[in-house]
Nanobody, 129 residues
Framework: QVDVVESGGGSVQSGGTLKLSCRVTGLADSRICVGWVRQSPGKEREVVAVIDSDDWTDYADSVKTRFTISQNDARNTIDLQMNSLQSEDTAMYLC???????????????????????WGQGTEVTVSS
């Protein structure tokens, strides 16, 4: 059984920082793509950052200079460091995992988040101005 569990959400003031963590267990595949995806009421899910097993990363333009995605050596904990938070960053943040293979790279999941294979329940981030 694959489990994806997020932690670290909370409420901060504009300009503040938060660090989210995603713990992935039960996955036999060593080559995966992990993404942080956010969902706001009335908006479509937006991929904010992805990282693959080779530490390749990509970011949404809206967060590129403020957020950093990273993972531990065991590749089972993926963090999202969020700096200079703005009210527009308020959302439910979900961690998602996709299997890699063949021509299927992390960039595919970045463009098509519905393709992720496993999802966590999410952690809420609220930024007040």
């Amino acid at each position: 059984q694959v489990d994806v569990v997020e932690s670290g959400g909370g409420s901060v003031q504009s300009g503040g920082t938060l660090k989210l963590s995603c713990r992935v267990t039960g996955l036999a595949d060593s080559r995966i793509c992990v993404g942080w995806v956010r969902q706001s009421p009335g908006k479509e899910r937006e991929v904010v950052a992805v990282i693959d097993s080779d530490d390749w990363t990509d970011y949404a333009d809206s967060v590129k200079t403020r957020f950093t995605i990273s993972q531990n050596d065991a590749r089972n904990t993926i963090d999202l460091q969020m700096n200079s938070l703005q009210s527009e960053d308020t959302a439910m943040y979900l961690c998602a995992v996709g299997k890699l293979g063949g021509l299927l790279g992390c960039g595919y999941y970045f463009r098509f988040p519905k393709a992720f294979d496993y999802w966590g329940q999410g952690t809420e981030v609220t930024v007040s101005s």
